[in-house]
């Protein structure tokens, strides 16, 4: 009998540290914005679950929403890497400082920041290439806007922001060599009614195509109202306006967080800068509305086609700034080290950079 | 700037600022009964919550707005009992009340995220809307806008005009001199502080049925602390809470429009205008000369137990 106790109670013992050592690899995320809000932290989000359903069992992962980018962020992520995790995703451009912070106190866990330039040993960064995404939305806008003027919502002056701007523009010129822009930044990248009013703001001067670089769909819903055109950001946003609604274009972290993920289980990580575009299935157009006309819809597809060949490369020169100096030389393509430094608009966009 | 697109911006300047208007007319009663509650952003995505749920379920706006000021009242009766009854601290409740209505708003209506409901429709009033540039600006809103108007007059009457108006004063001012005389004074706070929950419910409603039609997390974006600031900025006079409330939505509106025109400001010092003109106009208000013109009610935050006497 107690032979027989003594055997289990050494089995239960080795079962449990069986169990340690099954630890499942800890993933912590950061996101800027909360789930829901149908943009980009939702879309992180949904990468989060899909790298969970990957390794199921494997990898146990945890998320801290709303966190404010700053001395919050320090803390957050502090906190995320004391209780454990192996490998911490920040998802925004304002936790890049606060990352590199914790990353320099916490060699032994591994860091990884979305849309930033500071790297370390444990410090990688991503971004997806948004721009592609953006130049098939000013193609669309170009086609469809009857005023010739097309709105742009921004967040902040950044240079993924002006870069984006930048693609938007010069594909629009290439279908309708009178549009002009007219951007409006909110100084937020969540905040739908401050969205709302700059769409209104936009439409009451004429715009009647919607572009948006802020996370809510509340642009779309402004722009259904008032019988516009808007493209979605960042999730599938047809549902919120679909009159209105060109197509949108989607983010997919899922696969990056896989391999990422993976290689750091393996050992075999390296931090490195990796933008994920169309090639990658990262980004991808979805639901392209049937109530566009046809032109436009096929127009659509043999852009996103194009691009994501590289048939089309929306920063290849000869490009000038819109002070008529040339920033792109003829037959030269914009390095992502020079991507992430745009601080100019191109020629044709009236509006200076907000200093 | 044209005349056309100056009455658009009015127009814009009455929207933007209604939600603030509605919320802080609320709390400004809550407040001259002296009871502090700085739950309503977390009151006020109850209401856009439940204002939405309920109009999405029915199909009816008016149920969606009935929705959204019961759960309002019911938030601010948790947070009446706690700090009425049970002396809890004002801040301290007032501060759990808004991460509890955060968190249990985006809970609720997770379901619900990316649904749309069709929301109020404009009414434009006949005759009055046809009078010449303020006929758009003024009459061409929806019917919540027009329910600010006249609650805005009520509470003004009501605080200014009426004994109701001269209790909820004296319960703020001294709740035991009220007390001595027989009035109620927990029953008061209590039916003020509700009112405040009332009035933040209708402003959620505001936000999710009208200004954006859709619920998504935190989408009043900390327009419940704006309103706040708001009450003190106008020292708890509904005129001047009226007035603060549009100019505020101007700010923020005149900060898109101008960018649209092409004017070379920083965006990031005209986002900045709204806050900055609170602040200053707050540092001239509280500036000592000033202080008798403040008008705080003089036991805003103190809890009053009526068993025991001053």
């Given at each position: 009998m107690k032979l027989k106790s003594l055997l289990l109670g050494l089995g239960l013992v080795a079962g449990l540290s069986a169990a340690h050592a099954e630890d499942p690899f800890k993933v912590g995320f950061v996101y800027v914005g909360p789930v829901g809000d149908h943009g980009w932290s939702y879309e992180h989000n949904r990468g989060r679950e899909e790298l969970e359903k990957h390794f199921e069992g494997k990898v146990k992962t945890t998320y801290v929403e709303n966190v404010a980018e700053g001395a919050d962020a320090e803390r957050v992520i502090t906190q995320l890497a004391k209780s454990g995790n192996d490998l911490i995703f920040t998802t925004s451009f304002g936790y890049m400082n606060p990352t590199l912070k914790v990353a320099k106190r916490f060699p032994k866990t591994t860091f990884e920041h979305a849309t930033g330039y500071k790297r370390a040993k444990n410090l990688g960064t991503y971004?997806?290439?948004?721009?592609?995404?953006?130049?098939?939305?000013?193609?669309?806008?170009?086609?469809?806007?009857k005023t010739n003027k097309i709105g742009y919502i921004g967040s902040f002056p950044i240079p993924e922001v002006f870069r984006d701007i930048n693609s938007a523009y010069m594909a629009a010129k290439t279908v309708n060599p009178n549009v002009e822009f007219k951007i409006v930044w909110v100084n937020s990248w969540y905040d739908p009614g401050k969205e709302t009013d700059a769409a209104n703001a936009l439409m009451d001067q004429g715009v009647d195509v919607l572009l948006q670089h802020t996370d809510s769909p509340a642009p779309l819903i402004a722009a259904e109202k008032r019988g516009m055109r808007a493209v979605g950001q960042a999730s599938d946003m047809s549902h919120f306006a679909p009159n209105a609604h060109i197509f949108s274009v989607r983010d997919d972290w899922a696969p990056y967080y896989i391999k990422t993920t993976e290689a750091v289980m393996d050992g075999t990580y390296k931090p490195a800068d990796f933008w994920g575009g169309f090639k990658d299935d990262m980004l991808s157009i979805s639901s392209i509305n049937d109530n566009l006309p046809a032109d436009v819809k096929a127009k659509i597809q043999a852009t996103y086609d194009d691009v994501r060949s590289g048939k089309i490369s929306p920063f290849t020169?000869?490009?000038?700034?819109?002070?008529?100096?040339?920033?792109?030389?003829?037959?030269?393509?914009?390095?992502?080290?020079?991507?992430?430094?745009?601080?100019?608009?191109?020629?044709?966009?009236?509006?200076?950079i907000p200093q | 700037m044209d005349a056309e697109l100056l009455s658009q911006v009015l127009f814009a300047a009455i929207k933007t600022g209604t939600p603030l208007l509605l919320i802080a007319l609320g709390e400004v009663i809550c407040e001259k009964s002296g009871v502090l509650n700085l739950g309503q952003e977390g009151m006020m995505l109850m209401g856009a919550v439940v204002g939405f749920l309920a109009a999405y379920t029915s199909g009816s706006v008016g149920l969606g707005v009935l929705g959204a000021i019961i759960i309002g009242?019911?938030?601010?009766?948790?947070?009446?009992?706690?700090?009425?009854?049970?002396?809890?601290?004002?801040?301290?409740?007032?501060?759990?009340?808004?991460?509890?209505?955060?968190?249990?708003?985006?809970?609720?209506?997770?379901?619900?995220?990316?649904?749309?409901?069709?929301?109020?429709?404009?009414?434009?009033?006949?005759?009055?809307?046809?009078?010449?540039?303020?006929?758009?600006?003024?009459?061409?809103?929806?019917?919540?806008?027009?329910?600010?108007?006249?609650?805005?007059?009520?509470?003004?009457?009501?605080?200014?005009?009426?004994?109701?108006?001269?209790?909820?004063?004296?319960?703020?001012?001294?709740?035991?001199?009220?007390?001595?005389?027989?009035?109620?004074?927990?029953?008061?706070?209590?039916?003020?502080?509700?009112?405040g929950g009332a009035m933040a419910g209708l402003s959620g409603a505001y936000m999710s049925l009208v200004y954006t039609p859709m619920w998504i997390e935190n989408m009043t974006s900390g327009r419940g602390w704006i309103a706040l600031a708001l009450v003190v900025f106008a020292s708890w006079r509904v005129g001047r809470i009226m007035l603060g409330a549009y100019l505020f939505g101007l700010a923020s509106i005149m900060h898109l429009v101008l960018q649209?025109?092409?004017?070379?400001?920083?965006?990031?010092?005209?986002?900045?205008?709204?806050?900055?003109?609170?602040?200053?106009?707050?540092?001239?208000?509280?500036a000592d000369h000033f202080k008798e013109k403040l008008l705080a009610p003089r036991s805003l935050g103190k809890p009053f137990d009526p068993r025991q006497m001053a």
């Open positions: 971004a997806l290439r948004t721009y592609e995404g953006r130049y098939v939305s000013g193609v669309a806008a170009g086609m469809m806007t020169g000869p490009i000038k700034n819109n002070e008529g100096k040339v920033v792109v030389a003829k037959g030269h393509t914009l390095t992502d080290t020079e991507l992430a430094q745009v601080n100019w608009y191109v020629e044709g966009i009236t509006d200076a | 009242m019911f938030m601010s009766l948790i947070f009446a009992f706690l700090v009425l009854h049970l002396g809890a601290n004002q801040v301290a409740t007032g501060l759990a009340l808004t991460i509890f209505g955060t968190g249990l708003s985006a809970f609720v209506g997770s379901g619900v995220v990316g649904q749309t409901v069709q929301g109020f429709q404009p009414i434009v009033i006949p005759l009055l809307s046809d009078i010449p540039f303020i006929g758009h600006i003024l009459f061409t809103h929806d019917l919540l806008v027009y329910l600010s108007f006249a609650l805005a007059a009520l509470v003004s009457y009501v605080a200014t005009k009426t004994r109701i108006g001269l209790v909820i004063k004296a319960v703020g001012e001294n709740p035991h001199a009220a007390n001595a005389i027989g009035i109620k004074v927990l029953r008061v706070r209590y039916c003020a502080v509700m009112f649209g025109m092409g004017w070379n400001i920083s965006p990031n010092l005209l986002a900045m205008l709204p806050y900055v003109a609170t602040v200053v106009v707050m540092v001239i208000i509280s």
